[in-house]
């Protein structure tokens, strides 16, 4: 069954493979955030600012680096040929995309989703911290032992969870660095920095395992034709590398933004941009809901 995932593929950038799921997901998504972004021209948004160009801008990008992962030459690369390949695109789809989404995303526009029943008090759980930091390394480290990575390449709907899974636990662990909601808050600045370092660890660990393994992990790359002269083995190496050095890097970077972002302004606003908002207890029923509103702004 593995050599039927590599039969007939052509790679190139002339050779565009595009998959309808992800343009029909992209576009659903794309169309929530256009029709809850003109919210504010009916105001209905409590007189709170529309995104930016800027914002837009950034939102569109996080679309767009989703569409060029699960599309064309990286796909087919990641799919059937090459596991350093599917290592990269399992970055862009957890620490580039996510990101940009957020960024591009006013705190008004997901306000509504917290008043519907469950979600509110699932949502609050969630962002913390710590849920943050474990669903998403849990999710990454399980996908990549071999039992659940191969059942994922040798059948395309598993494939298509595990790509979800990622993309869903990375916006989480994103979100104590980037949350728009002031009701679901972000860390303060040294929580930020800290919180970056730990997220390396698990991380390492996995790349570690994945590039020390003494055989290939992962069958379905050992059928497929050869690229650029890379065995089976090298490619599982290169690719516990990408894991390990651009990933590890990476939070190395956020770490010195936010590090700057913190002496420059010389106090914490990420904390204090939020202190403005206080919860107004709202209880209907045995619904335990909470509705938010601003008493100050800056």
């Known amino acids: 069954m593995l050599a039927l995932l590599h039969a007939g593929l052509a790679i190139g950038l002339d050779q565009w493979t595009i998959h309808w799921s992800t343009v029909i997901g992209l576009a659903a998504l794309l169309a929530l955030y256009l029709w809850r972004a003109s919210r504010h021209n009916s105001g209905s948004s409590g007189g709170d600012d529309p995104p930016t160009t800027g914002q837009r801008i950034t939102f569109f990008g996080g679309l767009l680096v989703i569409f060029l992962s699960l599309n064309g030459p990286l ?8 596991f350093s390949a599917h290592m990269v695109q399992h970055l862009l789809l957890t620490l580039v995309a996510p990101p940009l989404l957020l960024a591009g995303v006013r705190g008004w526009m997901l306000r509504p989703v917290l008043g519907v029943r469950l979600v509110g008090p699932a949502a609050r759980w ?9 669903i998403f390394n849990v999710v990454v480290a399980a996908w990549h032992l071999p039992p659940l990575y191969n059942t994922a390449m040798a059948y395309h709907g598993v494939h298509i969870a595990q790509h979800l899974t990622f993309m869903i636990a990375a916006v989480l662990m994103w979100w104590p660095l980037m949350s728009p909601l002031p009701e679901l808050p972000r860390l303060a600045y040294p929580g930020q920095m800290l919180y970056c370092f730990l997220m390396m660890i698990p991380m390492s660990i996995v790349a570690i395992y994945i590039a020390m393994a003494d055989s290939v992990l ?10 650029w002269g890379i065995s089976p083995s090298e490619d599982q190496l290169i690719g516990g590398l990408i894991m390990w050095i651009p990933g590890g890097l990476f939070f190395l970077g956020v770490m010195s933004v936010v590090f700057f972002k913190w002496s420059q302004r010389g106090s914490d606003e990420t904390a204090g941009a939020q202190a403005g908002w206080v919860p107004a207890a709202g209880v209907r029923g045995r619904e335990l809901e909470t509705e938010w509103t601003v008493v100050s702004r800056r």
């Not at 796909?75 to 090459?82: C, G, I, P, Q, V």
């Not at 962002?127 to 930091?133: D, E, L, P």
């Not at 992962?218 to 690229?227: C, D, H, Q, V």
């Open 75 to 82: 796909h087919d690369l990641s799919d059937y040929y090459l």
């Open 126 to 134: 969630v962002t913390r911290v710590g849920a943050c930091y474990l």
């Open 218 to 227: 992962y069958p379905a790359y050992s059928s497929a034709p050869r690229m």
